[in-house]
C-alpha cells in the first residue's frame, strides 16, 4: 500500500532565522503562493507574536487563494506561572486565526529545569493547557523540542510531554532533532518507540530536523520509514546554524526513489529546480551549484570517461533523469575532458564527424586553460572558440586601439569618473567614440556600443547581468593573470563570456568583445544559444 507524507514548509520561519535570510512581507506572500501552487501541505507563516510583520502576514494571507494548503501560525506554550487565556502568545495565534497552530513546548528535562526554570510538572501542564486552548479552532501540531536529545537523557519524561499533547487533543506530534546531532539509526529506533508508546491515541508522528550533522535529509527519512507521515523542513534548507531539512531533497528522495510513499498527492516533480531557484533569488541568496537534484551542477559531467559514458547511456553517471525535477544535463569542458566532451558540446555546430578539428578544440581549450581560461561558465566564448579553431569565424569589428582613465575629479569630494575612448574598424570604415560610465568597464562598454549601435541596433536588447573577477595565478601578487566572467542577456537568452590577463582592464575587454560578437551571431541565426541558458532566462 502507498502511504501518504504530509509536507510541512517553514521557510517562512524556521528558514528566517538563517544568517543573511530576510523576507519582506510582500517576499513572504509571494513565496507563500508558490509553495501553495506547488501543493506544499502545510505552510508555517511565522510568530505573530514575535513582530508586526508577521502579524500583517497573517492578515494578508488570508486573500491569497491557497488550494489545498493550509496556512500554520507557530508560537510556544503558555509561560511559567501565567494562566493560558491570559497569556500574550496564546493569544496572539488565537487572533492569528489560522487553520492549523503550531506549538513548541520542552521534551528534555535538562532545559525545562534549567533553560525554563520550570519543575517538570509544570512543564506537563503548560503543554497540556496550551494544546486544549488553541485546540477548540485549530488542527494541532505539536512540536516537542529537543526530542531525541530528552530521550537520551530521560526517556520516561520525553515520553510523557509527548503524552500530554496527545491527550489534549494535537493532531500531530512533531518529534525534533533541534541540536541537529542525531544519527539514523538513532531517529528509527526511537520513532519506533514513540509510536507504541502512543499507539492509544489518535495523532499521528512528524519529524523535524537540522542539519548539523549533515544528515537532515538521511534523518527525515529514516524517520518516515519507521512511522512518521509528516516531515517538516525548508526549501533549499535553509535555517539558523547549519539549517533545516532540505524539503527538495526529502520530496525528490521521497517521491521518485522510494517506493510506497507519494507526496503532494502524485504531483509531478518537474517545477522543483524551479521553486528551489526562486526562494534563492526572493532571500537573496547564492544559488548552490552542487545541491543535490535542483544545483547547475547535479547532472553537470566533466570528466571525459564520464561524458563518453553519458552520451551511450545517461543512467550510467546519473541517478535519475533530470528532466524530472526540471533540471538539465550540463557538458563540461575543460582539460579534464576528452573528445566525448567536445562532441556533446559541438552539436550545434555540425563538426562531429570531423575528428581532426575535434582534437584541434580540444587541444587548443587545454592551451588557454594553462593561461587561465575556464569555459564552463563561458559557453558563449567556447561556441566563439570553437569557430575560431574551425576557420569559420568572421568578426563584426575589429579593435584598433582602446584606452580607459579613470579617477577623481575632485578628490576632497571623492567625485570618481572614468571615461574610455575606442578606435574600431567595421569593414572598411573607422569608428572613433568616448564615453563615460561608473566604472572603466561601464565606460567600455559604453563606447563600444556608440560605435557600433547604428551599425548593429540589436545590441539596444543586449545589458550585462553581472560581472565577475578571479585571480588565477595569486602567487604573482600585483602580476597576476586576471580571469573576467561576464554575464549578458537579453530578452530571450542569457549567455557567459571570459577574458584572461594580467591587465584587468583587457580580461575585461576580451570578455566584452566576446558577449557582443555572441549576441550579433544569435541575431543572425548563426549560432543556437544553450538550453539551459535560455531556460533561466524564462526564468
Given amino acids: 500500500m502507498t502511504r501518504s507524507i504530509a509536507i510541512y514548509d517553514t521557510t517562512l520561519r524556521d528558514g528566517t532565522q538563517g544568517e543573511g535570510v530576510s523576507f519582506s512581507l510582500q517576499d513572504k506572500l509571494n513565496v507563500c503562493q508558490r509553495l501553495a501552487e506547488f501543493g506544499i501541505d502545510y505552510i508555517e507563516g511565522g510568530y505573530p507574536l514575535s513582530n508586526e510583520k508577521d502579524v500583517a502576514f497573517f492578515q494578508r494571507v488570508k486573500t491569497l487563494p491557497l488550494g489545498n494548503s493550509k496556512i500554520a501560525a507557530f508560537g510556544m506554550t503558555r509561560r511559567r506561572g501565567l494562566a493560558v487565556d491570559q497569556d500574550p502568545g496564546m493569544l ?25 526554570g520550570a519543575s517538570l510538572e509544570e512543564n506537563l501542564a503548560m503543554i497540556g493547557d496550551s494544546v486544549e486552548f488553541l485546540g477548540r479552532g485549530a488542527e494541532i501540531v505539536y512540536d516537542a523540542e529537543h526530542f531525541f536529545d530528552g530521550f537520551k537523557a530521560n526517556p520516561q519524561y520525553a515520553l510523557e510531554t509527548v503524552r500530554t499533547a496527545a491527550s489534549a487533543g494535537a493532531q500531530w506530534i512533531a518529534l525534533c532533532d533541534t541540536n541537529g546531532g542525531s544519527l539514523p539509526g538513532e531517529i528509527r529506533e526511537i520513532v519506533v518507540q514513540v509510536r507504541q508508546a502512543l499507539a492509544e491515541y489518535p ?10 550533522g549533515d544528515l537532515a535529509t538521511a534523518n ?49 516533480l518537474d517545477h522543483l529546480t524551479e521553486l528551489s531557484r526562486y526562494v534563492y533569488e526572493t532571500a537573496n541568496l547564492q544559488l548552490r551549484n ?23 547511456a545517461a543512467h550510467t553517471y546519473e541517478h535519475l533523469d533530470p528532466a524530472l525535477v526540471g533540471n538539465e544535463r550540463r557538458i563540461l569542458v575543460s582539460e579534464l575532458s576528452g573528445r566525448s566532451n567536445i562532441i556533446a558540446l ?22 588557454r586553460e594553462n593561461q587561465g581560461y575556464q569555459y564552463e561558465a563561458a559557453e558563449a566564448s567556447f561556441d566563439l572558440l570553437v569557430k575560431r579553431v574551425a576557420g569559420t569565424f568572421q568578426p563584426h569589428f575589429e ?35 568616448a564615453a563615460e560610465g561608473h566604472g572603466p568597464v561601464n565606460a567600455l562598454d559604453a563606447a563600444l556600443r556608440k560605435c557600433l549601435g547604428n551599425i548593429y541596433p540589436a545590441l539596444d536588447s543586449m545589458h550585462l547581468v553581472d560581472y ?29 563570456t571570459i577574458g584572461v590577463s594580467e591587465n584587468i582592464i583587457e580580461a575585461s575587454w576580451l570578455a566584452l568583445v566576446d558577449a557582443v560578437e555572441y549576441k550579433l551571431l544569435l541575431e543572425e541565426g548563426e549560432l543556437k544559444p544553450s538550453p539551459t541558458r535560455t531556460a533561466i532566462a524564462a526564468l
Fill in 468 to 496: 565577475k573577477v578571479r585571480v588565477v595565478n595569486c602567487e604573482a601578487g600585483t602580476a597576476a593573470r586576471i580571469r573576467v566572467n561576464i554575464e549578458s542577456s537579453d530578452h530571450h537568452h542569457v549567455w557567459g
Fill in 290 to 312: 552542487n545541491q543535490p537534484f535542483v544545483g547547475s551542477s547535479a547532472f553537470a559531467h566533466k570528466g571525459g570517461m564520464h561524458v563518453h559514458a553519458v552520451n551511450k
Fill in 92 to 116: 496572539a495565534m488565537q487572533r492569528a486565526d489560522t487553520p492549523v497552530c503550531t506549538i513548541v513546548g520542552k521534551s528534555w528535562d535538562f532545559h525545562v529545569t534549567e533553560v525554563l
Fill in 203 to 212: 495523532v499521528r508522528l512528524a519529524i523535524h530536523c537540522h542539519n548539523d
Fill in 399 to 433: 579593435t584598433i586601439k582602446y584606452r580607459v582613465v579613470a579617477g577623481d575629479r575632485n578628490a576632497a569630494l571623492h567625485h570618481a569618473f572614468a571615461e574610455a575612448i575606442i578606435k574600431l574598424r567595421v569593414g572598411e570604415q573607422e569608428i572613433f567614440e
Fill in 346 to 367: 559541438t552539436t550545434k555546430h555540425n563538426i562531429a564527424k570531423d575528428r581532426e578539428l575535434m582534437d584541434a578544440i580540444l587541444a587548443e581549450v587545454v592551451r
Fill in 220 to 268: 527525515s527519512l529514516a524517520a518516515v520509514e519507521a512511522g512518521c507521515d509528516q516531515v517538516q523542513g525548508t526549501i533549499n534548507g535553509i535555517g539558523e546554524r547549519c539549517g533545516n531539512a532540505d524539503l527538495v531533497a526529502v520530496m525528490a528522495n521521497l517521491q521518485l526513489k522510494m517506493p510506497g510513499y507519494e507526496i503532494l498527492g502524485g504531483r509531478s
